[in-house]
Nanobody, 125 residues
């Protein structure tokens, strides 16, 4: 069983920064593929960023590339969000794919086995 708990969301002005955290528990966590997704009101959940320790791989949605950075330290995964825009407003979810040995396809949501409860990010203009 893997438990994911997000934190760090909040209200920020346009151009500001936030760092989201996802604390994870579970065996072999360090090998999991970890992803961040978000869901804005009235929209489908979408991929934001992902990281795989094996191969040192990262992947970002075009909409956040250059502004967001995913990283991992010990049992926590972070999403550093800079230059925030109103369109970044959403509930952000952390997810874990425990089958890290298969091919790298971080944007496929069905690949992820565990999800956190989400944390709200609101960017005001």
């Amino acid at each position: 069983q893997v438990l994911l708990v997000e934190s760090g969301g909040g209200l920020v002005q346009v151009g500001g920064s936030l760092r989201l955290s996802c604390a994870a528990s579970g065996r072999a966590f360090s090998n999991y593929v970890m992803g961040w997704f978000r869901q804005a009101p009235g929209k489908e959940r979408e991929f934001v960023a992902a990281l795989r320790r094996s191969g040192g791989l990262t992947n970002y949605a075009d909409s956040v590339k250059g502004r967001f950075t995913i990283s991992r330290e010990s049992s926590t995964v972070y999403l550093q969000m800079n230059s925030l825009k109103p369109e970044d407003t959403a509930v952000y979810y952390c997810a874990a794919d425990v089958d890290w040995e298969r091919d790298w396809a971080p944007r496929i949501q069905s690949r992820y086995d565990y999800w956190g409860q989400g944390t709200q990010v609101t960017v005001s203009s």
